[in-house]
Nanobody
Framework: QVQLAESGGDSVQAGGSLKLSCTVT????????MGWFRQGSELEREGVAA???????SYADSVKGRFTISKDKVKNILYLQMNSLKVEDSAMYYC???????????????????WGQGTQVTVSS
């Protein structure tokens, strides 16, 4: 069983930065495909970024060049560094994990079995 706990959400002004963390317990980060998803006013959770067991990263077009996903294999923490934040980045951010997700589908939320409770990010103009 894997437990995920997000932290780092906050209220910031547009153009600012935040770093989200997702602490993993119950298994080790290197063994999983992990991702960050967000849900604002839309019903569907949008895939933001994902990282596979080998460290390969994928990003949604809307965040490329601004967000960076990484993982600390020793501390068992997944990170999301968010720079140049925009108002439209405001959402609840969730981390997710699964033992296997096809590489071309890592931003599809329905393929992940384990989820955290989320952390709120609010960006104001």
């Amino acid at each position: 069983q894997v437990q995920l706990a997000e932290s780092g959400g906050d209220s910031v002004q547009a153009g600012g930065s935040l770093k989200l963390s997702c602490t993993v317990t119950g298994n080790t980060v290197p063994n999983y495909v992990m991702g960050w998803f967000r849900q604002g006013s839309e019903l569907e959770r949008e895939g933001v970024a994902a990282i596979d067991a080998d460290g390969g990263a994928s990003y949604a077009d809307s965040v490329k060049g601004r967000f960076t996903i990484s993982k600390d294999k020793v501390k068992n923490i997944l990170y999301l560094q968010m720079n140049s934040l925009k108002v439209e980045d405001s959402a609840m951010y969730y981390c997710a994990a699964d033992f296997f997700v096809a590489s071309r589908r890592v931003l599809e939320n329905k393929l992940y079995a384990y989820w955290g409770q989320g952390t709120q990010v609010t960006v104001s103009s």
